[in-house]
């Protein structure tokens, strides 16, 4: 099993460009998240899903775009990227809320 | 939202010593996960312990529910035990699916 991978695990925009950060997990797990780290602090929550076709806003959700098609897939977009999205992005899953949470690699996005 | 305070910020050790971390949460939960990052920003799943007493080799861990802290123990250090080691709970809110609340974490150094 890959458990949770991501795609890219770099990438350089410029501000305005758009870009998808894709999230595949292959423990049929129901819960998936997107947080984001900046630099010397813990995770923040984006957004969510409980399930497929269900989305949810999560502590810092502005600028930010998801959608859960699939029930291994979990996207998350940027429409028009701006510096103060520079960051490292993380995903995770879970089999329900409260259950144990396992994450990807990460993705470091640098928005010039 | 449930607030998160992990101590002590910064920890610089020898190898071969002992030492422990606290987190403290200002809110009943029902997921409370140790991570440590390493040095390359990959995060290692240690403990999911909403209550109880876990170990698993070096590390063990006490979460004390009723008074709201948890503790990550680290005996007979290495230089690999190295990098930021994060407390994140989820608030036993009642059928709330949010994620998980992370702390700042604890930078541990160990000096060979």
């Known amino acids: 099993n890959a458990g949770v991978t991501q795609t890219p695990k770099f990438r350089v925009l410029k501000t305005g460009q758009s870009m998808t950060l894709l999230c595949a997990q292959d423990?049929?797990?129901?819960?998936m998240y997107w947080y984001r780290q900046d630099p010397g602090m813990g995770l923040r929550l984006i957004h969510y899903?409980?399930?497929?076709?269900?989305?949810a806003k999560g502590e810092v959700p502005d600028g930010y775009n998801v959608s859960r098609l699939k029930k291994q897939n979990f996207l998350l977009g940027l429409e028009s990227a701006a510096p103060s999205q520079t960051s490292v992005y993380f995903c995770?899953?879970?089999?329900?809320?409260?259950?144990?949470?396992?994450f990807g690699p990460g993705t470091r996005l640098t928005v010039l | 939202g449930i607030q998160v305070e992990q101590s002590p910020p910064d920890l610089i050790l020898q190898e071969g010593a002992n030492s422990t971390l606290r987190c403290n949460f200002s809110?009943?939960?029902?997921?409370l996960q140790w991570f440590h990052q390493n040095p390359w920003g990959q995060l290692i799943n240690l403990f999911y312990?909403?209550?109880g007493t876990k170990q698993n080799g070096r590390l063990s861990a006490t979460t004390v529910a009723t008074e709201r802290y948890s503790l990550l123990y680290i005996s007979s250090s290495q230089t690999t035990d190295s990098g930021v080691y994060f407390c994140?709970?989820?608030?036993?809110?009642?059928?709330?699916?949010?994620?998980?609340?992370f702390g700042k974490g604890t930078h541990l150094i160990i000096q060979p």
């Open positions: 995770a899953s879970s089999y329900e809320g409260d259950n144990e949470q396992f």
């Open positions: 423990m049929n797990h129901e819960y």
């Open positions: 899903s409980v399930g497929e076709g269900t989305t």
């Open positions: 809110d009943s939960v029902n997921n």
């Open positions: 312990i909403p209550s």
């Open positions: 994140a709970v989820r608030g036993d809110s009642g059928g709330g699916a949010d994620g998980l609340t």
